[in-house]
């Protein structure tokens, strides 16, 4: 069973995953593309705070588990 997912923003992710080499791309509306170098995209929410569900599918998209996410976090 993965871990539990912290509670965190969308601005928190993009910090997140700029960490792991992704880099913004586009933003439409609230949401912000977010590319990485090996060409995955993730989706994400320019939210106060994000559902577990959204993180999870964010975490998804990156490619990246939940424990490397958290790693990250830190």
């Not at 933003?27 to 995209?41: A, F, L, W, Y």
């Not at 577990?52 to 490397?68: D, F």
Request: charged content about 20%; hydrophobic content about 40%.
């Amino acid at each position: 069973m993965s871990p539990k997912l912290p509670v965190v923003s969308g601005p928190e992710v993009i910090k997140i995953l700029a960490k792991a080499g992704f880099c913004p791309t586009t933003q439409r509306g609230s949401h912000v593309k977010m590319r990485h170098p090996s060409g995955k995209t993730a989706i994400v929410p320019l939210h106060d705070e994000l559902a577990p569900s959204t993180l999870r599918s964010v975490v998804k998209q990156a490619g990246l588990t939940v424990e490397e996410f958290i790693t990250l976090l830190r």
